[in-house]
């Protein structure tokens, strides 16, 4: 695992931009796995940036998201289609037909995290995932305990994940109970993985990330198994990491 420290959110968005921007290069049809939460945004503004002065396309490109709460309609501003849509896809070339998320408003909930695998699969797979991960070690929604084996599935949010996202909404009791997410193996198939990670909040779930010891009762240190992840994260997030 790669780590990448950096001074401050800014920097962390700058450089997580620069390497998605270098990949899109090398390879314009590029399969770009997608997370939401208060990390990624500054990145997507770099994107966005980028696109409107250098001109960078996303015209080839598919986004796959990683996550998607059940029951939240698509125009709600905590849906995540509704995040990405107003944080990154209307303001890049990226085709609307192209960005895929899970539906957490299909009736069948089953079929639908299927479907979604089987996108996955259809699409060649994901050549860059970014990640963010939280306090609990959480990546995607795939909270502690969750199989390293997981594929696409309905999860149960852990309190601790309602609680770190209630800032989202206007009470913890609009926060779902349940969402969608790619499971850790579908995580793990990707061929590159970028995490991002800032603030002191971050701090102990840094620790424990880059101490090596790989357990399911912490979902992100499976990444410690996979041979392409870059972790960018600030001082703030490391402070408590040999990485500062
Ligand atoms: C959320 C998302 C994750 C995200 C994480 C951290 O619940 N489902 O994909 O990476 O928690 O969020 P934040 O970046 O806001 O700290």
């Known amino acids: 695992m790669r780590v990448i420290s950096v001074k401050d959110p800014q920097e962390m968005s700058e450089q997580a931009a620069r390497l998605i921007m270098d990949r899109l290069r090398q390879k314009p049809k590029l399969v770009l796995g997608l997370a939401t939460g208060g990390t990624p945004e500054g990145t997507y503004q770099k994107l966005i940036e980028n696109h409107r002065t250098e001109g960078m396309s996303y015209r080839q490109v598919t986004t796959f998201n990683l996550d998607e709460y059940v029951g939240i309609p698509k125009m709600h501003p905590n849906n995540y289609f509704y995040y990405m849509k107003h944080r990154l896809f209307d303001h890049i070339d990226l085709p609307p037909e192209k960005a895929y998320l899970p539906n ?106 880059l101490s090596g010891s790989v357990t399911e009762q912490f979902p992100a240190s499976v990444l410690n198994h996979h041979p392409h992840v870059t972790v960018i994260a600030d001082e703030a997030a490391l402070k408590r990491t040999g990485n500062r």
């Open 104 to 209: 957490g408003e299909a009736e069948d909930l089953q079929t639908e995290c299927a479907r979604y695998e089987h996108l996955l699969k259809k699409a060649g797979g994901i050549d860059v995932q970014l990640l963010g991960i939280g306090v609990n070690g959480h990546i995607g929604f795939n909270e502690p305990g969750t199989s390293f084996e997981s594929l696409t599935h309905v999860v149960e949010l852990d309190e601790s994940t309602r609680k770190a996202n209630a800032r989202f909404f206007s009470s913890i009791e609009e926060v779902p109970h349940q969402a969608i997410t790619m499971g850790i193996q579908t995580i793990m198939c990707a061929r590159e993985i970028v995490l991002l990670a800032a603030g002191e909040a971050k701090a102990e779930a840094m620790t424990r990330l």
